[in-house]
């Protein structure tokens, strides 16, 4: 009887016996049949084989099982001159009726409507009706709990959390680079998009700027990459991730900074009496549930001190004030000096000028090397500051305040984005400007550029100011900044005292595409970040819980940095990210994967959890698991909905070697992290469970059961009985706008067969 499913038989051509040479055959249970099929081929075609020699011995040229990839369909055989064309390289195409009809490419996949797949649609608007936040949860009263328990308990948590908090990236990243750019069907994919966004890592498009302890670069650019980032407090290590193609919006501030986000990105928002700030707090509110006129909180800036010039950059200064007032003639730079301006003079370099008794003209073009308009954001601060200078000489001006003993400065100028720049140059300085509209395009009165002294009509495009505050200015003055023009005075201790400057709010939201390429990153300590020179945080409820529980802050790095310190949550990690690279597997074995790591690696860490809930400990984290096991066993029942629905399965042999070696996988991790017995729970009974729950997963897709396995915690009878008759009936600040029922394709960890 043949398989649906592919392999490929490689055998030497006469002509050529240093390159193997692939035929792709439907797998056969028999491999002799593809053997014999291989050799009538050839005999067909005249050429001459000889399929029992050492050379060509077909069983160990077989690739693996997992060569049941649908692309893999292609019969590729001679031409009749006895090669095979294409290089074995070289991609194919596969057509409409090999490819597995939810990947076949569809050009209404943009379009919701109509709904093809019922099933799935329901289950994601299930997936939406329980909808919840990290901050609905209440964990006032767990730090007490945690300190009751027994070193040994303590310890089981924290392996737990560290796995949870390290696995979510992994899922993160399978669903955008795999399923969500396979999978053609809108519901499937819409599933899917809410499962990134629950999962609590929110992004920003590819061109968006983020803050580096090295200075700013396009997040797109730093892709799987480690670097460290500013996250409000300290840097911090991250690794870039490409999390999907997702609807943007457009967030503008009023300090004239904006940034291109997905509805789920947290945003630092501070709420309360904004009269009495001491009563203030900060809330992580959503881009889709924020509000015109909302206020940021105050964040803090870091000074980006370890960067060197990453080439030459001359005469900063010259560069700034060119920036400012310089033009070109004849494709070449020129600066004019008018009035006071004619005094800057000593501070330029030129190879001749011309002088009247209106101004001072020079041509610069062998003193600088970098365009009208570039800023140095990602060079030494001594570079930094001498660029300011000059820009600040040429287009700036001095306001003093209101006890005339400091000066704030304005800089104007008609290119915003060039402004842009500029303010996030000062955000690596650990300065917060602002830019401001001027005055709109029109006709306005101006002095004549010529040194007369006269006025005349000009027309006038709109004109940007950008604020630096007195408090900024001492900052900047105690770093070495003295521009040669504008007279600064500051008073000593003015850096120290509070920010007097406005709050940052929120201008305006507006969708700007519904599909674009978007990435970012999982901070592990304060679970924020810089982006556009803008702090936003990211959901992180696993990270959040050992913040909470863990007060030594090496322990507490060391699991939120699990992968690289705990083997037997590394082995996990490493089972699930290789199926994301995997180019080899089909669908239908990466999808069992997937299910795999929601339904088997998460069950026994679920139990556990529900071990506490029955001791009366830790109600927050019991809320959140609540919470968390209901997500991803509706993830495990929306892997089973689409794995019926495919025409090539994984064979019951393959099938069961993958679960054999996740199930050991997880039987290692369990062994390190219950060292010793507990009331009702120890490493035993908790590989009972895994292999229980291994059971009912091999009957929902359709196998057979592998280890026979009964439900040895009692505990989670009246866990999985709470859940069906009252977690649809709670309100949604604690989880659920529906009042469904479960089925019986529902994964539940509890039923018995």
Excluded at 234 to 252: A, L, M, P, R
Excluded at 331 to 342: A, E, T
Excluded at 371 to 400: H, M, Q
Excluded at 564 to 576: F, G, V
Aim: charged share 25%; proline share 4%.
């Amino acid at each position: 009887m043949y398989s649906p499913d592919v392999v490929a038989v490689k055998f030497v051509d006469e002509t050529d016996f240093s390159t193997p040479k692939v035929v792709n055959y439907s797998k056969t249970e028999d491999l002799d049949v593809a053997t014999h099929i291989l050799k009538d081929d050839s005999a067909k075609l005249g050429v001459q084989r000889n399929m029992e020699s050492d050379r060509v011995d077909a069983k160990e040229k077989m690739l693996t099982e997992d060569a049941e990839s649908e692309t893999l369909t292609e019969v590729r055989r001679p031409n009749r001159s006895g090669s095979f064309g294409k290089s074995d390289n070289e991609s194919h195409t596969p057509s409409k009726r090999e490819i597995e009809p939810l990947l076949q490419p569809d050009e209404n996949r943009f379009v919701m409507f109509p709904i093809r797949h019922n099933d799935v649609w329901d289950l994601y608007k299930k997936s939406i009706d329980s909808f919840w936040k990290a901050e609905d949860l209440d964990l006032s009263k767990d730090p007490t709990d945690w300190k009751r328990l027994t070193p040994d308990v303590q310890n089981f948590i924290k392996m737990v959390l560290a796995f949870f908090a390290a696995s979510d990236g992994v899922i993160v990243e399978n669903l955008a680079l795999r399923f969500m750019s396979e999978i053609q069907a809108p519901e499937i994919r819409a599933f899917y998009a809410f499962q990134n966004f629950m999962e609590g890592i929110h992004c920003v498009t590819g061109e968006t700027k983020i803050l580096t302890d090295t200075g700013y670069f396009m997040i797109k650019d730093l892709e799987n990459k480690k670097v460290n980032i500013w996250n409000g407090e300290e840097f911090s290590e991250v690794e870039i991730k490409y999390t999907g193609d997702q609807e943007i919006y457009n967030v503008k501030l009023s300090n004239g900074m904006e940034l291109d986000c997905t509805s789920g990105h947290k945003w630092l928002i501070r709420t309360g009496n904004q009269a009495h700030p001491e009563r203030c707090v900060t809330e992580r509110i959503e881009t889709k549930d924020l509000i015109i006129g909302s206020s940021l909180a105050r964040f803090k800036l870091p000074v980006i001190s370890n960067c060197d010039d990453p080439n030459e950059f001359m005469n900063p200064y010259m560069h700034g004030f060119f920036c400012g007032d310089g033009s070109y003639c004849n494709k070449y730079p020129i600066i004019h000096l008018y009035g006071k301006k004619r005094e800057l003079l000593p501070h330029f370099k030129y190879n001749s000028l011309q002088e009247n008794d209106k101004r001072i003209s020079f041509y610069i073009h062998n003193y600088i090397n970098k365009p009208k308009f570039e800023v140095p954001i990602n060079y030494s601060i001594d570079t930094k500051l001498r660029w300011l200078e000059g820009y600040a000489d040429s287009d700036g001006c001095v306001n003093l305040n209101g006890n005339k003993d400091a000066v704030s400065i304005q800089i104007s100028s008609i290119n915003f984005y060039f402004l842009k720049d500029v303010q996030l140059l000062l955000t690596t300085l650990g300065i917060i400007s602002s830019i401001k509209l001027n005055h709109k395009a029109e006709l306005r009165l101006l002095p004549k550029n010529d040194g007369s002294g006269d006025s005349a009509l000009y027309n006038c495009k709109d004109c940007y100011i950008l604020y630096i505050s007195t408090k900024s200015v001492c900052s900047l003055m105690k770093m070495g900044f003295l521009p040669k023009r504008l007279v600064l005075i500051t008073r000593e201790d003015l850096d120290k005292t509070p920010e007097q400057t406005g709050l940052i709010k929120i201008e305006s939201i507006e969708k700007i595409s519904d599909s674009e390429p978007t990435f970012c990153f999982s901070e592990p300590k304060l679970h924020t970040g810089i982006f556009n020179g803008i702090l936003t945080g990211q959901s992180e409820c696993y990270s959040l819980l050992i913040d909470t529980y863990v007060d030594d802050p090496d322990e507490k790095m060391k699991l939120f940095h699990a992968v690289e310190h705990y083997p037997c949550i590394k082995k996990k990690s490493d089972w699930a990210r290789k199926w994301i690279s995997d180019g080899r597997s089909s669908f239908a074995t990466r999808l069992l994967a997937f299910a795999i790591v929601e339904g088997i690696y998460f069950s026994s860490s679920f139990a556990a959890i529900f071990w506490l809930k029955r001791m009366n400990v830790l109600p927050g984290l019991c809320l959140a698991n609540e919470y968390i096991s209901r997500d991803e066993s509706m993830h495990v029942d929306h892997a089973v909905l689409l794995y019926k629905k495919l025409k090539r399965k994984v064979p019951k042999k393959r099938f069961v070697e993958i679960m054999k070696e996740a199930v050991e996988i997880e039987i290692d991790f369990i062994t390190v992290s219950i060292p010793c017995r507990m009331i009702g729970m120890n490493h035993d009974l908790m590989i009972q469970y895994i292999k229980f729950v291994t059971d009912r997963l091999c009957l929902q897709m359709g196998y057979d059961k592998i280890y026979n396995a009964t439900n040895p915690f009692d505990f989670m009878e009246f866990i999985s009985l709470d859940c069906r008759t009252n977690f649809f009936e709670r309100r949604v600040s604690a989880y659920s706008m529906a009042n469904k029922t479960m089925d019986d394709t529902t994964f539940d960890m509890n039923t018995d067969f």
